[in-house]
């Protein structure tokens, strides 16, 4: 069975879905499609008789100054999948090369973590096979002249997606199997690590400097869609025959701040002083003020009342 992708940052956009991938040199996670027909992209074939598959190589680096200002193509490493309804006419076979095999790209040392934090794309081994058949088709109607769907799969190196905050750093971990020192009886004495514990040389990373592009991409996105939600709310309300609903005000409050409901704006915060009691007063029953009601506001401004 196909092992389910980590994906990052997954982002739906109208008929567009995509997300970040973490790439490993060597090595290829497929993409699969789950539906009636179930089918993965893993290869290509370089001739109608030859197949050969996918995956990512270590980046060919060079200090030759003529490639400092050469600029590497930003979509290297992204598998951009569209599909098309159409209906199918015929079939015939292909006799021609299908696809060119990717070359080696060259880059210079200072731009390599730029292209694929490293890393590009490469062919594995070659083998025989039969030839494809290809289907031939028409649109299904003049609405599917654009993709009825798109995916895309953005591939990059840990390490890139790392410094871009894209990917959560790895914390470093000791193997499961080490043993803590053994507690020494005098302070004068070194302590001893059993013959079995490993050295760990955890440093600490390097904390990156925020994408300030996409702290502002991120805001105008959330802007648009903002402004989405009212537009397509107007227009259910028009729908109906009502107003629209208010615009929303940002709540005053923030999340985990304790609200204590039963103070108003007239009440002093400090309470009153006490005045001694005798010794009758003491012993009478005397009715007991309701605490106050602290509720904590929880995400998206919510305050529940039905907390204990």
């Known amino acids: 069975m196909a092992k389910r992708l980590d994906t990052y940052e997954p982002s739906i956009n109208g008929n567009t879905i995509s997300g970040w991938i973490a790439s490993e040199v060597g090595k290829l996670d497929r993409p699969y499609v789950r539906g009636p027909d179930s089918f993965t992209l893993k290869g290509m074939r370089p001739t109608p008789t030859t197949f050969t598959t996918l995956q990512f190589a270590a980046l060919q680096t060079t200090e030759d100054q003529e490639k400092l200002d050469v600029k590497a193509d930003p979509n290297l490493g992204t598998i951009r999948l569209t599909l098309n309804r159409r209906l199918r006419t015929g079939s015939g076979e292909l006799s021609r090369i299908v696809m060119n095999t990717p070359k080696a790209e060259v880059v210079h040392e200072q731009n ?154 007239g009440d002093e915060h400090t309470p009153p002083p006490r005045r001694r009691k005798s010794r009758t007063q003491r012993k009478r029953p005397v009715k007991r003020e309701v605490s106050p009601i602290q509720v904590r506001v929880g995400d998206d401004g919510i305050i529940d009342l039905t907390s204990d």
């Open 112 to 265: 390599k973590k730029l292209v694929l934090g490293g890393q590009t794309v490469g062919t594995g081994a070659v083998s025989s096979v039969e030839p494809v058949r290809y289907a031939l088709s028409t649109p299904y109607n003049l609405l599917d002249a654009i993709p009825y769907v798109t995916f895309i799969f953005k591939y990059r190196s840990r390490e890139f997606l790392e410094a871009q905050e894209i990917v959560p750093r790895a914390a470093a971990t000791s193997p499961a199997n080490s043993k803590p020192p053994a507690a020494s009886s005098s302070s004068s004495n070194p302590r001893k690590r059993p013959a079995d514990d490993t050295e760990v040389d955890v440093k600490p990373a390097k904390k990156q400097m925020l994408s300030v592009d996409r702290m502002d991409k991120r805001a105008k996105r959330m802007q648009d869609l903002k402004n989405e939600l009212r537009n397509l709310e107007a227009e259910e309300a028009d729908d109906l025959g009502v107003s629209p609903p208010p615009e929303r005000k940002p709540f005053p409050f923030g999340v985990g701040q304790v609200v204590d409901l039963t103070i108003s704006d």
